[in-house]
């Protein structure tokens, strides 16, 4: 079976990574996960992508003197690796117009809110506060507007009434690892069978 060469790109603990590797594991999923790429060389993530045998590579941002050097770098190790879909999965850098522009249709984000609600941070604390009842996360393609591409998958949640931005982001986090992996199928395959 053809498999769609994947990226992840991460600066954290990699839990969306971890979720979409497993996913990748399986004989008829559509992607296979080929390089783990993270801004920060103390990110979790990367260990865990070491232990499955997956390719790392650190491109320290610090170390760079502008944002297009190191996007430069980061596009480099994409094409190198024959790429063709990018997953950012907690990657704490907002990508540049021209970047964007490069890998425009093969560029995924995850989001916890319900996109076009609450684009940018703190996406629990605002829902609690304008009396949301339903939260949730969206996976949509990166344009050069920030969460503002088209939509890939949903999957929502109840807000409780004793819920934190902490517990919402915990409960939250369960529906996160479930929709990476199944956008990601999706546009695969239709990948796959556009051609």
Request: glycine share 6%; proline share 4%.
């Amino acid at each position: 079976m053809h498999k769609i060469k994947t990226a992840v790109l991460i600066s954290g603990r990699g839990s969306n990574m971890m979720a979409i590797l497993k996913a990748t594991q399986n004989n008829d999923y559509p992607a296979k996960l080929n390089i783990v790429i993270s801004n920060k060389p103390s990110a979790e993530g990367l260990k865990k992508a070491e232990e499955f045998g997956i390719k790392t590579v650190v491109l320290d941002h610090k170390a760079y003197k502008n944002r297009h050097k190191f996007e430069k770098d980061l596009d480099a190790h994409l094409r190198a690796s024959k790429i063709q879909i990018v997953c950012c999965a907690g990657f704490m850098r907002i990508l540049s117009p021209w970047f964007v522009k490069r890998w425009e249709g093969k560029l995924l984000n995850i989001h916890p809110s319900l996109l076009p609600k609450y684009k940018g941070l703190n996406t629990h604390k605002r829902a609690i506060e304008s009396g949301d009842t339903i939260h949730g996360c969206s996976v949509h393609f990166i344009n050069s507007e920030l969460d503002s591409g088209k939509i890939v998958l949903q999957k929502s949640i109840e807000i409780l009434s004793d819920d934190t931005p902490q517990s919402l982001s915990e409960r939250l986090l369960i529906k996160e690892l479930e929709a990476y992996p199944q956008a990601l199928k999706k546009i695969a395959n239709e990948l796959i069978y556009s051609k």
